[in-house]
């Protein structure tokens, strides 16, 4: 069964602190992973997004990081700001038999950046 | 330009009734899905168009759930019968093509609905 798991499921820090979230899959066949933001009460807004044959990009304060081996993908935020609370969403996809990526996400992790 | 947009922002209706949720895409993208994300969980398929047809609807959860898009642009999603484990955030996503591995999904800002 194509799943997307991601840990913690919410992270608690304070601003100007690093953290890493990490995403897990079992997807297959496999297209790409992308990142994801939600913020309360939004729609998910893309940070980045990998192919296979990448394994690190970044955007901003952002970096993902992609083992297609391992079928493992973490996102590293630096000096983290309040404004990066929210719920930070992998997404895989793989399924293009349809004629389009179809996408299968995870639950998130819910970061909360305290001042 | 604008981004995705969905109307009613909220929807609270009573078990039974009719509901319609209206998405209105970015100007020219001629894909467009639509996903249920329940409560502390992420976004799940319901259906996805391309142009005015609906090229996947396996993600629909049963046949009270309906949706259109009858020129290509602004969609409409319909549940009928509504059951309280129909409530939901319902997400809207479009984008300008599809097939492209890195195609980008643009999101609305969802309808939440609630079934009493």
């Known amino acids: 069964k194509n799943q997307v798991e991601q840990s913690p499921q919410s992270l608690i820090i304070l601003e100007g602190k690093n953290c890493t979230l990490q995403c897990n899959y079992t997807v297959s066949p496999f297209s790409n992973l992308r990142w994801y933001k939600q913020d309360t009460g939004r729609g998910p807004v893309s940070l980045t997004i990998m192919t296979f044959s990448e394994n690190t990009k970044s955007n901003g304060r952002y970096t993902a990081t992609l083992d297609a081996d391992t079928k493992q993908s973490s996102l590293h935020i630096t000096a983290s700001q309040l404004s990066d609370s929210a719920s930070y969403i992998c997404v895989v996809s793989g399924d293009s038999s349809g004629g389009y990526n179809k996408l299968i996400f995870g639950a998130g992790t819910r970061l909360a950046v305290h001042p | 330009g604008a981004g995705v947009s969905q109307t009613p922002s909220n929807k609270v209706t009573e078990k039974g009734k009719y509901v319609e949720l209206r998405c209105d895409p970015i100007s020219g993208h001629t894909a467009l899905y639509w996903y249920r994300q329940s409560l502390g969980q992420g976004p799940e398929f319901l259906i996805y168009?391309?142009?005015?047809?609906?090229?996947?609807d396996s993600g629909l959860p049963n046949d009270r759930f309906f949706a259109v898009r009858p020129e290509g642009s602004v969609s409409t999603l319909k549940i009928q019968r509504t059951e309280r484990g129909d409530s939901a955030v319902y997400l809207c996503?479009?984008?300008?093509?599809?097939?492209?591995?890195?195609?980008?999904?643009?999101f609305g800002p969802g309808t939440r609905l609630t079934v009493l």
């Open positions: 168009f391309q142009g005015t047809g609906a090229a996947d």
């Open positions: 996503a479009s984008s300008p093509r599809t097939g492209g591995p890195t195609d980008t999904q643009y």
